[in-house]
């Protein structure tokens, strides 16, 4: 059975950080590409940030480089995504996204709130 769990969302002052985490089970983790999605109230899904299989290579949002990090570590079958200087605006629900040649899945979400 294949699982995404984010863990890690939670309420933080702006300015502050948060470091999220995505377990995967059920799949062979690392060959699939891992992203990270988030989605606000009223607003469209968007890509925060996308890391390869090897976790060689990254891209982010405009909205979000120089602040986020994504990374993984294949050995634990985990993906990150370490938030600095977060802001209001990055308020949203928070998704672990696994993609590979045949197959997509999700996780559930995990809550972030900016606020003070």
């Known amino acids: 059975q294949v699982q995404l769990v984010e863990s890690g969302g939670g309420l933080v002052q702006p300015g502050g950080s948060l470091r999220l985490s995505c377990a995967a089970s059920g799949f062979t983790f690392s060959t699939y590409a891992m992203n990270w999605y988030r989605q606000a109230p009223g607003k469209e899904r968007e890509l925060v940030a996308a890391?390869?299989?090897?976790?060689?290579?990254?891209i982010y949002a405009d909205s979000v480089k120089g602040r986020f990090t994504i990374s993984r570590d294949n050995a634990k079958n985990t993906v990150y995504l370490q938030m600095n200087s977060l802001k209001p605006e990055d308020t949203a629900v928070y998704y672990c996204n696994a993609v590979g040649q045949r197959s997509n899945y999700w996780g559930q979400g995990t809550q972030v709130t900016v606020s003070a």
């Open positions: 890391i390869t299989r090897a976790g060689s290579d990254s």
